[in-house]
């Protein structure tokens, strides 16, 4: 078989086979019990407690959790306000980069907060190694707030009646040292070995070999790569992000990076069905994403391996597919494949342009965003996938004649009131985002790069990056301008909130409300039949509030090109 | 939120020494034990550095070309051209890359050129071309460096990186590698 | 229970008070209540305009007919929806009314000798009623005994016996006494029984949505705003490429994506679930108690005239050692001949002896008295007499004689079979056993089944000692039982199940129920109970049917059904009709987009019209499954759910393609 096929399969299966042991190693985090890792992490845990006056113990509800969560994070934009304005005469610049601009700032800031990682500036000369240490730093904390908010709503529906979801800096600690760290550093381990430079030394100059100077870009590229991806956070160290060699030197370091983000947000699907003691919950979670996941990645590994008919149409051998923005080294099929990895789970590390994507490959990745919820970002996949099931239960629900409940519990107008508002806000800011873009030509279509319906398409991709909260680009767009930067940065905040704020009152409100034992009448949501339910509500909305825009975008300029 | 901010501080500290301090000292301490203390896997030919990883520009007639880049191989940027699939200006230029190749490469058809080399890469720093984009190319290096078709053959079939562990991945030529073997090989 | 129901969806008289409310509905005010069709009143105000406009010149809108037919099919939408919810109305208000007109304008005698009307009797009042007189109104009987036939209210012809004291002491406004004479005091005020209550809730005055159709109010009103930004938008993005769409377009496209055909439907459905429970006749207080139904997890069901028919019959003679079994038989029969009972009537009929042909000289009748609990007959120095097996045993021993044993010991097996034994002696010595037996219900086994699959939990209450009640409940089928049933068991009952979080039904009829059917999640009083137990409650059975409670517990789940299906079918159905719109939007100027015109439609307008029409007839085509209910099937929610995902999920992205296509080429006749 064709080594690039065989290359996808081992890194979906390696994937697989490792999340379901992650899965159970993460429930036990949460849950509490032994881990083999207990014996480093025990002592270290007690020490930052004590240091920083916590009560691990304590137990929170879940309005409690959401206010030191929101805490925390105000505390985090602050900082970083203050780190990214005065780079340049801050330590570790050897490359004398400059500060960002307020309004740059504040679209780095949020957007590395909210575990985006959209980035308006290149980080070759965009930022200081302290400024890309500090982003590190973020991209581990953001990604364990969204594994702390996904706990919440695990522990939520563990226990029959209660108010008490356990504590948030219990999770939140938990999920950067237990979790994130060492897979970190695993991760890290192959890639210094297979390339990726780790050293605070400025730019290197070279002499090639046809004998004109150049400049490199190094720096400590092998610790922030690994979090990059593990956090599903995805911004690049350098521009070009995971398509850079030094990001991404090898196929193996292609195969381990797509590991590496792809793991956990399969594993907390596990996760979720080990620490709620409904495994088969978690697998049938996990059959629905698989197939919407292979419904998107299928399409684009065979539309980017079979390659542009406008070029085919030039005369030249095309068998090595659409080439434009991709590596030799990595090949269409894996660029294709990591394409819509990166888009379902919030990544947004890209190791090939998504700009220059074939127009429907690109219309999987705009997709695959849109619906946020295949595997999706460490934690938020859970908490948005959450936002569908509460819908799909409460539609099936009526379906079976009893007004509909989730594990035991009803859903009722408030909870429905809840879901629709974040369910709503997405196409909201997608679509609120690019008509405003769309209509003063002066300030937002003026960045585009291409022309027709492509242009639009980059628009709509900005948007919609920035309310999932992924964080890939059309990079084509010039979009560090006043307008993009506190655009897209208040669509970054609100997609980042809204839908870890949404699905956890959720789960508190149904916590707090009297079980309800199953009964032969009761719908069984750990059944593939609901899976399909699940299935068409998500491909419904997703659908139904996108089909006009990639109307105009993606499906018009395939249509177009022949 | 008040009662919530002081152990919000402190945490943070004590999370930017764990996140931010120890754990890149311990992969800058694991990078002291790759190749080249992890600045990054260079290559060492007649006392002069290159990263073999990063890839360079090669535009004479004398070199494998190395692909189109979006960033003229200046790697302290990075980037492709972003263009899209249906971007008629884009489409003339692939165009206008083709002639080029056509024009220097006369011996080649048309259906042989590979779409790798008239397109330009992701990173701009692409360090590899296709085997067979290094084929095409053989007849006018040959020419020009007056050495035999299959001496370069062979250098292109010792110079090819096979898929990891035989099974995963593209075949492909690391240009600034065999470009050095061309240069080792038959120094112009 | 089968008089006044009729089982024609529309009769004429109904249809026209629909059309007229139809119209009346149009007010914004009404219009509000119901976000998603209100969004079309204003969408179709606007057309109004557009129209108007395009008529005084307007260019680049279309021409004035197009408009003004998109105009035409938005105020039919708007129409078809009012008219499913008056058809709705006006047949429950006209089976509400059947019911009352009985009662209506009777005049009632007052204790002290005059006559007035019954609209102006009050509450307190007292009124006489007399054999052959209708009673004027719904009260209690305070003193006196009557029969009465209640066939006006329930359909049941056979008469009633209601009494003071006790509960059957309630009577019905309607019904007719036929034999003795009852003082009954008035327990409603006018205009507010259950009846008139029950009126009110269907005609829309005091209906209030129940929390299940709130929460699906939010998730239409949502869908309704999610596509409100996807129109919005579609504004600047269509001016960016070059795109101009018609405002008629615009209008057209949301429309017919936002959820009408369950927004126009909902409320016509719930209507139609208590109005369905009316012609089961049951009277529900709330649109709430019927949607609860639906989710009942444990049902209370007395022993008596649920799960048996009321009486238990004879099945078995076992004669004494020594005793030959035709002279037990006789003497049982002869012990029989004037017994009434049934239980009396089934020994002979056992005996399978026609009473006849027994010829007998001056026979003496000894009737049953709770004294000696026994009765029989006397002829020459014959006595012969029949009862409970300790009365006879007294009888039997006091003459000096024994008890057989193995007469006392079959009395033990026959109880602890669930039966009765009756023990025949003549002159003093024991003849044998009768066994008597409850019959259980003939189906009964099969609708606890049915109850089981749709989840629900059986219970039977009876007074019976354990023994009894556990063979009983096995033999019937229930889940459980709770025997030797004091009031306060069933309370403690519902009491516990309800802490794990089940929701129960129960039906009840006396006084001492009344706090057992306010705690239920669902309490059906029997009409025939006291006051008392029907205020308590939050339904009525007129029937005074035990096993109605089933039927109302399936009148809820197609309650929520109907609801839940719609809901599918009618967003299921925004697929098609994207298909048909987004290309006639853009293929003027985006030639290239054609390729998502897969129905092939005739043209942008004709495609648009043919979505508008689609939308607007299917709410019609609809209002009869609304009305009806989508059929319950207790097959297990899983696959319940399969069923109807594959029927009106599929089925509602596959009939719009279809519709819309032939509705298309129907309209390109004329264009």
């Known amino acids: 078989m064709n080594t690039e096929i065989l290359g996808i399969i081992a890194m979906f299966g390696i994937t697989f086979l490792l999340a379901i042991p992650l899965g159970k190693y993460i429930a036990k985090v949460y849950g509490g019990e032994k881990t083999f890792l207990d014996p480093i992490f025990i002592p270290l845990e007690k020490l930052f407690y004590k240091i920083s006056g916590i009560n691990p113990s304590k137990e929170m509800t879940w309005k409690q959790h959401l206010v030191a969560l929101l805490s925390i994070n105000l505390l985090w934009f602050l900082m970083s306000m203050a780190i990214l304005m005065n780079m340049s005469w801050l330590p570790l610049n050897p490359d004398g980069n400059p500060s960002q601009s307020a309004d740059l700032a504040f679209n780095t800031t949020i957007s590395f907060l909210v575990n985006c990682n959209l980035q308006h500036y290149s980080g070759e000369t965009g930022i200081s190694y302290l400024g890309q240490m500090w982003l590190m730093f973020l991209q581990f904390v953001t990604a364990g707030i969204g594994m702390a908010a996904a706990a919440v709503v695990f522990k939520a529906f563990r226990e029959k009646t209660t108010t008490q979801l356990g504590n948030f800096y219990n999770y939140f600690v938990k999920s950067c040292t237990r979790i994130l760290l060492p897979i970190s550093l695993i991760v890290a381990a192959v890639l210094v070995f297979e390339g990726t430079p780790m050293t605070f030394n400025g730019k290197d100059t070279i002499t090639n070999l046809q004998g004109d100077t150049v400049q490199v870009s190094t720096g400590p590229v092998a610790a922030f790569v690994p979090i990059k991806h593990v956090g599903t956070n995805g911004g690049g160290f350098f521009g070009a992000n995971g398509a850079h060699p030094l990001e991404n ?314 | 939120m008040k009662k919530e901010i002081l152990p919000a501080i402190k945490l943070t500290a004590v999370l930017v020494v764990l996140l931010m301090v120890v754990y890149p000292m311990i992969v800058w301490g694991m990078a002291q034990f790759a190749p080249n203390n992890g600045k990054g896997k260079v290559i060492e030919n007649n006392g002069k550095k290159y990263y073999s990883n990063v890839g360079q520009i090669f535009n004479d007639d004398k070199y494998f070309w190395s692909r189109p880049s979006a960033v003229d191989y200046n790697a302290a940027g990075s980037g492709g051209s972003n263009k899209g699939a249906s971007n008629e200006e884009y489409l003339a230029t692939v165009q206008a890359r083709i002639d080029s190749f056509l024009v220097h490469n006369p011996e080649v058809k048309k259906s042989e050129i590979p779409v790798d080399i008239v397109t330009a890469s992701g990173s701009g720093l692409d360090p590899h071309i296709s085997v067979q984009a290094a084929n095409v190319q053989v007849k006018r290096i040959a020419k020009i460096r007056g050495i035999e078709e299959s001496q370069i053959k062979q250098l292109i079939l010792d110079n090819t990186e096979k898929p990891v562990l035989g099974l995963f991945g593209p075949e492909r030529i690391n240009v600034l590698k065999i470009n050095l073997a061309l240069d080792n090989f038959n120094k112009l | ?152 209210i329930t359909g049941e012809s056979a008469p009633v016996i209601r009494e003071a004291g006790g509960d059957k002491s309630s009577v019905t406004g309607g019904t007719k006494v ?95 679930g208590m109005d369905r429970a009316l012609r089961a006749n049951v009277i529900t207080k709330s649109g709430k108690a019927v949607e609860t139904a639906g989710d009942i997890d444990v049902l209370l069901l007395d022993k008596t005239g649920t799960i048996t028919i009321g009486n238990r019959k004879a099945t078995n003679f076992y004669a004494a050692n020594g005793v030959d079994q035709e002279q037990l038989v006789k003497a049982a029969v002869l012990s029989s001949l004037a017994d009434e009972t049934p239980e009396g009537k089934s020994i002979i009929e056992l005996a399978g002896i026609n009473p006849s042909t027994i010829k007998i000289e001056n ?3 000894i009737k049953f008295t709770a004294e000696t609990r026994s ?62 037996q409850d019959i259980i219900k003939p189906g009964i086994q099969e609708r606890f089944e049915r109850l089981r699959k749709m989840g629900i939990k059986t219970v039977m209450v009876t007074g019976d000692n354990p023994l009894t009640a556990k063979f009983i409940a096995e033999k019937a089928g229930v889940d459980d039982f709770i025997a030797e049933a004091k009031p306060e068991d069933k309370m403690n009952y519902i009491r516990k199940e309800q802490s794990e979080g089940r929701l129960v039904a129960m039906m009840g009829d006396g006084t001492n129920d009344a706090p057992a059917l306010a705690q239920a999640d669902v309490g059906v009083a029997m009409n025939s109970g006291t006051q008392a137990a029907k205020e308590a409650g939050n339904m009525v059975d007129l029937d005074n049917d035990p096993t109605k409670l089933i039927e109302v517990v399936e009148i809820g789940k197609q309650l929520l059904m109907t609801r839940g299906t719609l809901t599918t079918f009618s967003i299921a159905n925004d697929v098609a009709k994207y298909f048909a719109i987004i290309p006639a939007l853009f293929i003027a100027s985006i030639p290239a987009l054609k390729g998502l015109n897969i129905m092939n439609l005739h043209s942008p307008e004709s495609a648009i019209l043919s979505a508008v029409i689609f939308n607007a007839i299917i709410i019609p085509l609809l209002i009869p499954l609304a009305l009806k209910g989508v059929a319950y099937k207790p097959i297990g929610a899983s696959a319940l759910l399969r069923r109807n995902l594959f029927i009106y999920g599929l089925g509602g992205v596959i009939v719009p393609f279809v519709g819309i296509k032939l509705i298309d080429m129907a309209v390109s006749l004329f264009m």
């Not at chain 1, 127009?359 to 999987?364: A, H, I, K, Q, T």
């Not at chain 1, 629900?397 to 007004?403: E, N, P």
């Open chain 1, 249 to 562: 030197p090898t196929y193996l370091t292609n195969m381990v990076e797509m590991i590496a983000q792809f793991i956990i947000p399969m594993a907390m699907v596990f996760a979720f069905g080990f620490f709620i003691r409904k495994r088969k919950f978690g697998w049938m979670i996990f059959g629905v994403m698989t197939i919407g996941f292979w419904l998107l990645a299928a399409p684009n590994i065979v539309m980017e391996m079979n390659g542009n008919p406008a070029i085919a149409n030039m005369g030249i051998d095309i068998s090595q597919g659409a080439t434009e923005g991709k590596e030799v080294r990595i090949g269409a099929a894996a660029s294709g494949f990591w394409s819509i990895v990166t888009t379902v789970i919030s990544t947004g590390s890209i190791n090939s342009m998504h700009d220059s994507s074939m127009p429907l490959s690109g219309m999987n990745e705009l997709i695959a965003m849109m619906v946020n919820a295949f595997y999706g970002g460490v934690g938020a996949g859970i908490l948005n996938i959450f936002i569908f099931i509460i819908l799909a239960v409460f539609i099936s629900g009526l379906m079976v004649g009893r007004t509909p409940e989730f594990m035991g519990k009803k859903i009722e107008a408030r909870e429905m009131k809840i879901a629709m508002i974040i369910a709503l806000a997405h196409p909201f800011l997608i679509l609120g985002g690019t008509a405003i873009a769309a209509a003063f030509p002066s300030v937002g279509s003026v960045a585009i790069s291409n022309p027709g319906h492509h242009g639009f398409s980059q628009m709509l991709y900005e948007y919609t990056s920035s309310a999932a909260n992924n964080g890939s680009g059309f990079e084509g767009l010039g979009d560090n301008t006043l307008f993009w930067n506190i655009s897209t940065g208040i669509v970054l905040l609100l997609g980042r909130f809204l839908p870890i704020i949404g699905p956890v009152a959720i789960a508190g409100l149904l916590a707090e409300k009297k079980f309800i034992p199953e009964s032969a009448g009761t719908l069984k949501t750990d059944t593939s039949t609901f899976g399909i339910m699940i299935f068409a509500v998500i491909a419904i909305i997703a659908a139904l509030s996108f089909f006009p825009a990639l109307a105009l975008g993606p499906i018009a300029e395939y249509f177009s090109l022949k």
């Open chain 3, 1 to 152: 229970m089968s008089n006044n129901k009729n089982t024609s969806l529309f009769q004429p008289e109904l249809l026209n008070e629909a059309f007229k409310q139809s119209f009346v509905k149009l007010n914004p005010k009404i219009m509000f209540r119901n976000p998603v069709m209100f969004t079309v009143w204003i969408g179709t105000l606007v057309m109004l305009f557009v129209s108007l406009w395009t008529l005084f010149g307007a260019t680049g809108q279309g021409s004035f007919a197009y408009n003004f037919i998109v105009f035409v099919i938005l105020f039919l939408t708007l129409l078809f929806a009012n008219f499913a919810e008056a058809i709705a109305e006006a047949r429950g208000k006209a089976q509400a009314d059947s019911l009352r007109k009985t009662r209506e304008e009777t005049p009632a005698k007052l204790e002290n000798g005059k006559t007035i009307s019954s609209a102006q009797l009050k509450k307190g009042d007292v009124f006489i009623c007399v054999a052959g007189d209708v009673i004027p109104t719904d009260g209690e009987i305070i003193e006196g005994l009557a029969t009465i036939d209640e066939s006006a």
């Open chain 3, 178 to 272: 036929l034999s003795d004479k009852i003082k009954v005091v008035v327990t409603t005020q006018p205009g507010e029984s259950f009846l008139d209550k029950m009126i009110a809730l269907v005609e829309g005055a005091s209906r209030q949505k129940t929390p299940n159709e709130i929460a699906l109010t939010i998730l239409l009103a949502g869908f309704t705003l999610v596509f409100i930004i996807v129109t919005v938008t579609l504004k600047p993005f269509a001016d960016y490429a070059n795109t101009p769409i018609t405002i008629a377009a615009f209008i057209s496209l949301f429309v017919c994506l936002i959820p009408t055909t369950i927004g126009g439907l909902l409320s016509a459905i719930g209507i139609a």
């Open chain 3, 363 to 365: 026979p003496r009748y």
């Open chain 3, 375 to 436: 009765s029989g007959i006397e002829y020459g120095s014959t006595r012969i007499r029949k009862g409970a097996s300790d009365a006879i045993k007294n009888l039997v021993e006091k003459a000096d004689n024994i008890f057989p044993s193995e007469i006392a010991e079959r009395v033990k097996t026959i109880s602890s079979n669930g039966g009765t034994p009756l023990v025949v002696s003549e002159n003093e010595k024991v003849l044998g056993v009768v066994e008597l």
